[in-house]
């Protein structure tokens, strides 16, 4: 009964590069949820997405970041030209349903920009 | 706007107890208590869902009082497992989003 997998768990880019952030979900969950946590911080929501649908992209920063949750595969969270100010853990979860359903997390992507 | 917990931090002995609080400025649907270590995961601990209920998982307890906005959670005769940040993370009725507290870290000494 595999949980919710996050993949790389560490990722280093170079200032400008792209990094893809992939999170499979607790099979037979369809809601996704992204966050970003940095050092000795609390978790801020980003976005909250269903199969093929963005529900809620509140948190996300309007450029360079983007998300999706395809009918197939895994939820990817893409950061374009990356900057140092992105480094930080990414942590994805995943619900069963909407309103009061618990969120179980993965083990996170450490992100590191050079 | 982020919850509000206190304290921000709190050091124990083994076997003292502890009480952390959640504090919202919006009205609350639920609230779910979590524990992280340090470099691992948010772990999930318990849900609240209606006002003034309480609830226990082994020596942890929690209640929530919808009234309030306010969530307070309970740790008996605390273990040094229970080290860790604790963050709540609310949810608002209609939202289906966590928002999620500023933590409190505690540390458990032997």
């Known amino acids: 009964n595999a949980g919710v997998m996050q993949n790389p768990r560490h990722l280093v880019r170079r200032r400008g590069q792209e990094a893809r952030l992939r999170c499979s979900p607790v099979?037979?969950?369809?809601?996704v949820y992204w966050y970003r946590q940095l050092p000795e911080e609390g978790l801020k929501f980003m976005v909250y997405?269903?199969?093929?649908?963005?529900?809620?992209e509140s948190g996300m920063p309007k450029e360079r970041f983007s998300a999706e949750f395809p009918k197939e595969g895994p939820s990817i969270l893409r950061i374009q030209q990356v900057v140092r100010g992105d480094s930080a853990a990414y942590f994805c979860?995943?619900?069963?349903?909407?309103?009061?359903?618990?969120?179980?997390f993965g083990a996170g992507t450490r992100l590191s920009v050079l | 706007q982020q919850p509000v917990q206190s304290p921000q931090a709190v050091i124990l002995r083994e076997g003292e107890d502890a009480v952390i609080n959640c504090s919202s400025s919006?009205?609350?649907?639920?609230v779910h208590w979590y524990r992280q270590k340090h470099g691992e995961a948010p772990v999930f601990l318990m849900i609240?869902?209606?006002?003034?209920e309480q609830k226990g998982h082994e020596k942890i307890s929690a209640s929530f009082n919808e009234k309030k906005q306010q969530s307070s959670l309970y740790l008996t005769a605390s273990q040094l497992s229970y080290s860790g940040t604790y963050f709540c993370?609310?949810?608002?009725?209609?939202?289906?989003?966590?928002?999620f507290g500023t933590g409190t870290r505690l540390k458990v000494l032997a």
């Open positions: 997405l269903q199969k093929e649908n963005i529900i809620d």
């Open positions: 609240l869902l209606k006002g003034g």
């Open positions: 979860a995943s619900s069963p349903g909407q309103g009061g359903n618990i969120q179980y």
């Open positions: 993370g609310t949810e608002s009725r209609g939202t289906y989003k966590y928002i």
């Open positions: 919006k009205a609350l649907y639920s």
């Open positions: 099979k037979g969950h369809s809601h």
